[in-house]
């Protein structure tokens, strides 16, 4: 059964860089037909897609994040990441992982979710 | 960006109503969308895709309907595990959004 789950550091400090693992068991994440997602969702607003990264590397982020992310795949530790720079309170969210299949973009299944507080 | 926008944004019913709620699009996204179901405390689960398509091993009592803007998710008799929030989500083109939530409450 697959089975994501996120890891990371719970609290960063605004400017610096927040960084999340995603561990995938029960799949290889070397699957070339499937993409692996970064949702977040802040206190109280709507689930916000972050962007995905393939098996080759390839990613495709939001417009707006753009500038700060960076994800990439670990195919030694079936692993993806999420890197993003410059935070700020307002990146303050739960962060989950996810997995979605070619051009089927719903997200299925997701991680359990990691709160990240941006706060000095 | 597409825009997604739910109603009502939160519900009261009880065991047994059948709810609606509707999903809209600022653009057309054809069939392209897709429920969450989330419980609270615990991460969205894929509840019905390509706006009709109940996920295997959800109950029938779920159902979705509608494309090109209007989309709707009926509940037809509800349960007390059916009370959560409910996101839809276009899948039609990057970047893939969300609408608000629907937080079916119990009355």
């Known amino acids: 059964q697959l089975q994501l789950q996120e890891s990371g550091p719970g609290l960063v400090k605004p400017s610096e860089t927040l960084s999340l693992t995603c561990t995938v068991s029960?799949?290889?994440?070397?699957?070339?037909?499937?993409?692996w997602d970064w949702i977040r969702q802040p206190p109280g607003k709507e689930l916000e897609w972050i962007g995905n990264?393939?098996?080759?590397?390839?990613?495709y982020y939001k417009a707006s994040l753009k500038s700060r992310v960076t994800m990439s795949v670990d195919t030694s530790k079936n692993q993806f990441s999420l890197r993003l720079n410059s935070v700020t309170a307002a990146d303050t969210a739960v962060y989950y992982c996810?997995?979605?299949?070619?051009?089927?973009?719903?997200?299925?299944?997701w991680g359990q979710g990691t709160l990240v507080t941006v706060s000095s | 960006d597409i825009q997604m926008t739910q109603s009502p944004s939160s519900l009261s019913a009880s065991v047994g109503d059948r709810v609606t709620i509707t999903c809209r699009a600022s653009?057309?996204?054809?069939?392209?969308l897709n429920w969450y179901q989330q419980r609270p405390g615990i991460a969205p689960r894929l509840l019905i895709y390509?706006?009709?398509i109940l996920q295997s091993g959800d109950p029938s009592r779920f159902s979705g309907s509608g494309s090109g803007t209007d989309f709707t998710l009926t509940i037809s008799s509800l349960q007390p595990e059916d009370f959560a929030t409910y996101h839809c989500?276009?899948?039609?083109?990057?970047?893939?959004?969300f609408g608000q939530g629907t937080t079916l409450e119990i009355k």
């Open positions: 989500q276009q899948s039609h083109s990057t970047p893939f959004t």
């Open positions: 390509d706006a009709s």
């Open positions: 990264v393939a098996y080759g590397g390839t990613t």
């Open positions: 029960g799949a290889s994440i070397s699957d070339s037909n499937y993409y």
């Open positions: 653009q057309s996204i054809s069939s392209h």
């Open positions: 996810a997995r979605h299949r070619g051009a089927l973009n719903w997200f299925h299944p």
